[in-house]
């Protein structure tokens, strides 16, 4: 009797095996991607947006001027989100206004473009005490007052030709920029810079859209799948004597050494005057904050030939 019902129980526990293997497993959901949290702005057309600097190196709004007539002080930075087309969906831009900032201005401010790395945001620059450095030169009378605009690739993870954020840059970006500040909007007016996958665009961008830039900065490049065999292409598409300025900078442990060598050479190889330094450093925000100073006054530069408003 007892080696019946031992039997009955183990039929009955391999049935309910049986029912449990037949079960389907629970799907496993796809988490989204955590993206940095964004103040909610008013509704769209472009608008200006309160979003709290997310470092003290932030500028502050305070403004200055000197008895000498020179602008001294620190400039503004200001928040905008702008209702994208392309993007199906919202962008932010941050704004330094330089110290002494005036609208009606007779000659317009030139602009510099900072480009933002992966994972990081359009506050990368400002982290960076960017905005800082563009007090003291301008401040100093080392270098024109300048506006610099910041973007936020939302989709950094993205690969390039999966994104129409070149798009958005060139058609949506520098439209909005021109019509809302007093800027210049000659090319020579015009700067470009990128840390890292900000680099990368930066190259494209400066290369593929020379007539909008008369400068343009790589900082710790990482040259974007393909780039290098298109390189030689893009610069033959540039009419003589119309290359923008370009400025190369890695350092000696990046992984990304060898690339940015290598477009270095190219530059080498088809004529293009550049200014390339190889400095001690990894890929890592201590590198870009202890070469900060050099970049802005590179771009800085740029616009020396150009005669400041009295």
């Not at 958005?168 to 920029?177: G, K, N, Q, Y």
């Not at 008369?214 to 893009?234: C, E, N």
């Not at 270095?264 to 201590?286: A, C, F, P, Y």
């Amino acid at each position: 009797m007892k080696t019946r019902i031992r039997i009955f129980a183990m039929l009955i526990l391999f049935a309910i095996g049986l029912a449990a293997c037949g079960e389907p497993s629970p799907a496993v959901e796809q988490l989204p991607v955590e993206q940095p949290t964004r103040t909610p702005g008013p509704t769209l057309p472009p608008v200006e947006v309160s979003r709290p600097p997310q470092s003290t190196a932030t500028p502050s709004p305070q403004i200055e001027i000197s008895l000498s007539g020179t602008c001294a002080g620190t400039g503004e930075v200001k928040y905008y989100k702008l209702d994208s087309e392309l993007m199906n969906g919202e962008l932010y831009v941050s704004v330094y206004l330089p110290p002494c900032y005036d609208a009606a201005r007779a000659q317009g401010y030139p602009v510099l473009y900072l480009l933002h790395g992966q994972t990081f945001d359009d506050q990368m620059w400002l982290d960076l005490e960017a905005g800082q450095i563009a007090d003291e030169l301008i401040s100093s009378s080392q270098s024109q007052p300048f506006l610099m605009v910041m973007p936020y690739e939302e989709f950094y993870y993205r690969q390039p030709d999966t994104t129409n954020y070149p798009e958005v840059f060139t058609d949506e970006v520098i439209p909005f920029v021109d019509t809302t500040f007093n800027v210049c909007t000659e090319r020579a007016c015009r700067a470009l810079g990128g840390i890292s996958r900000g680099a990368s665009w930066a190259l494209r961008l400066g290369l593929q859209h020379w007539e909008l830039f008369g400068s343009f900065g790589t900082h710790s490049l990482p040259t974007f799948k393909g780039d290098l065999d298109d390189l030689p292409d893009w610069l033959a598409e540039i009419p003589d004597g119309s290359a923008p300025r370009i400025y190369l900078d890695t350092g000696r442990f990046d992984p990304e050494v060898k690339t940015a060598y290598r477009v270095e050479q190219v530059l080498n190889e088809k004529g293009i005057m550049h200014e390339w330094h190889l400095n001690d450093g990894r890929h890592n925000t201590d590198y870009w904050f202890a070469h900060m100073r050099e970049y802005m006054q590179w771009y800085a530069a740029g616009w020396e030939e150009m005669e400041p408003e009295q």
